[in-house]
């Protein structure tokens, strides 16, 4: 029987109907999220990975993770652990560089530490670009198995075994595996062989207990939700809903005062993600990976309510950094639209290196603009470190590699993505780089791409202003890069506002087809005028819980003036 049109579908509302259309969808089996439709474990590199692996395993070699000072890399490295532990490996232990002290990855100083050497050492959300890491991890007889997903540069380091869905010659069908997403696949297909060569006297263990932790950094890491990341992302999902989450997970979700039962993909990119990340910003990210590997929940809650203290502390230094780089914005006359330099890089010896990213996406959403934030990553301010976001349409790692071939020795080290990136350089060479951001900015970017555009959903109609369709939409995901929350845009009538906490707008708006007005936030909304009188709003359909009573409620995104 042939599929049924989305759009004709009446099995779904209609709103969702439209809403799936938008993205791709074009029958109910595009969205099927059922693991039985998950890719095989068929990357290029993984034979040789798993050889390496199998003779550890029969050795009982020690082996090492190396992850990275993320929510990704933490998640992956946790999982790394976890997975090794249920298929036989016993002298495991991890590492995490501190990004203050080693840098990023793999590195020469963080191999001379390592004492005792390990046998083996597998990294995880990073190691494409560590070649000199690897060559000092050479030197000491340990071999090293790289797991990552970054782009590679000119040339791949010389790892024992490599596994990365975006190496030259790799025909894995999805790119958009996040670290933990590539270290999870290594782990099937591990389990897979010692199956095959009978190496378990009953049921093979059971990796799906790994997928919470798979999800939270795949979401987390901010990488496209093709299908297979949704796959895993829901999965992951249908986890911590059933209350089968780790311990670290649930833990989370107690100290930020949500219910795991009623989990979505957004917390993990806003409520979860956030105070792992803030362990390697401002301490190190052993405390969010041993979070996530505590297997009781005294443990994990303890370990959980540092993690909030951190956060706490994170968002407090980034407000102050952003309000400083918006003052610096100001101060070189980038304010008005039409002086915004196409590229914007600004850097202040008084920033905290591990919060420089965050500084960047918040510019990146006022200015529209590709931006680079630098802080000393030294104490002596002789390394500096910086971070760059991007908008659609400019690949800023690509940017980087012209600025770096155009000025050798400009950068001591680079990497990253489309849409993020992040770099080295000497102190006494910051100002060099600002202007070459400038100016390979200018030069690169299409000027059709600074016009700030916001894709919507389209409007709702009076009638499906409900908390049923508000579920609906919040259980119909998972939501993220690449596969949006909806967002819909409306006119509206402004029946009464009110300031919250200096910074946001409580609003009650009235739909022309309506008599009865709907409450409205808009985080950080207030300009410090009141709003007219008619607005044309873009928004999210959600709904809060006070008192044990859940209501319907705007998310205001984008509030403009209708004259």
Not at 162 to 189: D, Q, T, W
Not at 413 to 418: D, E, I, S, W
Not at 518 to 530: D, E, R, S, Y
Request: charged share 20%.
């Amino acid at each position: 029987m042939p599929e049924v049109p989305l759009l004709q579908d009446t099995r779904l509302h209609p709103v969702l109907r439209r809403v799936y259309a938008a993205r791709g969808a074009q029958c109910l089996h595009d969205l099927d999220l059922s693991l039985s439709g998950l890719l095989r474990p068929e990357l290029g590199g993984i034979e040789i990975a798993l050889d390496l692996l199998l003779a550890a395993r029969k050795a009982q070699s020690s082996v090492l993770v190396v992850g990275d000072f993320d929510a990704d890399g933490a998640t992956g490295t946790a999982a790394a652990i976890r997975g090794l532990r249920l298929l036989g490996f016993q002298r495991l232990a991890y590492r995490v560089p501190n990004r203050f002290l080693h840098g990023y990855g793999l590195s020469p100083a963080l191999v001379e530490e390592l004492q005792p050497a390990p046998d083996i050492i597998l990294t995880v959300d990073n190691g494409v670009a560590a070649h000199a890491g690897i060559q000092a991890a050479h030197a000491r007889g340990i071999r090293v198995l790289v797991t990552d997903h970054h782009l590679p540069g000119d040339s791949l380091p010389a790892a024992d075994a490599l596994v990365n869905p975006n190496a030259p010659g790799c025909s894995f069908p999805s790119k958009a595996l996040a670290g933990v997403g590539v270290v999870f696949y290594l782990l099937l297909a591990l389990r897979a062989r010692l199956r095959d060569s009978g190496e378990f006297a009953g049921a093979p263990p059971d990796l799906g207990s790994l997928l919470d932790l798979v999800a939270l950094g795949t979401v987390a890491d901010l990488v496209p939700l093709d299908r297979n990341n949704r796959l895993l992302v829901q999965a992951g999902l249908k986890r911590i809903r059933a209350g089968r989450g780790c311990a670290g997970i649930r833990a989370l979700y107690r100290v930020a005062g949500r219910d795991p039962s009623r989990a979505s993909a957004t917390d993990f990119g806003f409520v979860l993600g956030p105070r792992i990340n803030a362990a390697g910003r401002l301490e190190d990210m052993a405390l969010g990976i041993e979070c996530l590997l505590a297997d009781t929940d005294s443990l994990a809650f303890e370990l959980a309510q540092r993690l909030q203290a951190l956060n706490v502390e994170r968002r407090d230094l980034q407000q102050q950094m952003v309000e400083q780089a918006e003052a610096a914005v100001l101060r070189a006359d980038l304010s008005a639209q039409s002086h915004v330099a196409a590229g914007v890089a600004l850097a202040d010896a008084g920033w905290h290196a591990g919060v420089i990213g965050l500084v960047a996406s918040k510019l990146k959403e006022r200015l529209h603009r590709p931006v680079f934030a630098l802080a000393p990553g030294d104490d002596d301010g002789r390394e500096w470190k910086g971070s760059g976001r991007s908008i659609p349409g400019f690949h800023l790692r690509d940017c980087l590699a012209e600025i770096d071939s155009r000025n050798p020795g400009l950068l001591i080290r680079f990497g990253g993505h489309a849409m993020a990136a992040g770099l080295s350089i000497a102190g006494s060479r910051v100002e060099d780089f600002l202007r070459a951001f400038a100016d390979t900015v200018e030069r690169r970017i299409d000027p059709v791409l600074l016009a700030p555009v916001m894709h919507t959903d389209g409007a709702l109609e009076a009638a499906d202003f409900q908390l049923d369709l508000a579920e609906i939409l919040r259980e119909a995901g998972p939501w993220g890069q690449a596969f949006p929350e909806p967002l819909f845009d409306n006119e509206f009538e402004v029946v009464d506002w009110k300031v919250l906490g200096e910074r946001h707008l409580r609003l009650s708006l009235r739909h022309p087809g309506s008599r009865l007005p709907l409450p409205a936030i808009h985080f950080g909304g207030w300009t410090g005028q009141p709003p007219a009188a008619r607005v044309q709003v873009a928004y999210q359909l959600g709904s809060d819980e006070y008192r044990g009573s859940r209501d319907l409620r705007l998310f205001v995104r984008h509030l403009s003036s209708i004259e």
